[in-house]
């Protein structure tokens, strides 16, 4: 094997090409398919009380904020209550915020959600996978969906509320 690997560079290289070949078409299906400017993509995930529901199906007409979050994030639990008032102040000019938590227990999720007081809708992303499909890759991450279904804008990391009231106001 060492005598043809010495003197044979071409089946090592064409070994290689082949494997990164595939290794990058195996990451195809990995790679996130909500992007700005294109539909989000669809989900059902679990409410707290153990409801379904259908996105974008029950969402129509709305601008919709999705959420990705979870307890031990140190920046999610200050911009989730600084969220609380946004929420509050848009609802009834049709902002929904599906605050997805990703992969802890239903128990967790609602002991945290209640010492904070959210009123908007908490999901159970309990596999991870609606994570995955959204190409989250750290928390808090957020996406601005407009009244058609597309998404405007993705906010990682944390945000105030004045900033993501500003991107409200543009779509409201």
Partial sequence: MSRVLKHSKYPVIGFMVLLLVMLLTGCEEQLPTARI???APAFT?????G?????????????????????????????????????????????VILAINVMQSPEDVRAFTERLGISYE??????GEVTRRYG???????????????IKTRIAGESTAEAFAG??????
Avoid at 45 to 49: E, I, Y
Avoid at 74 to 95: I, Q, W
Avoid at 122 to 127: E, G, H, R
Avoid at 143 to 149: A, K, N, P, T
Wanted: aromatic share 12%; hydrophobic share 40%.
């Fill in 37 to 39: 400017g294109t539909p």
């Fill in 45 to 49: 995930l679990n409410r707290l009380d």
């Fill in 51 to 95: 409801t379904t529901i259908q996105f974008p199906e029950h969402y129509r007409d709305k601008i919709v904020a999705i959420r990705f979050w979870a307890d031990w994030c140190p920046f999610c639990k200050t911009e989730m209550a600084d969220l609380e008032p946004v929420y509050r102040h848009y609802h009834d000019r049709g902002l």
């Fill in 122 to 127: 908490v999901l159970l992303d309990s596999q």
């Fill in 136 to 150: 989250v890759m750290g928390l808090p991450m957020t996406f601005i969906v407009d009244r058609h279904g597309i």
């Fill in 167 to 172: 991107i409200l106001d543009e779509l409201l």
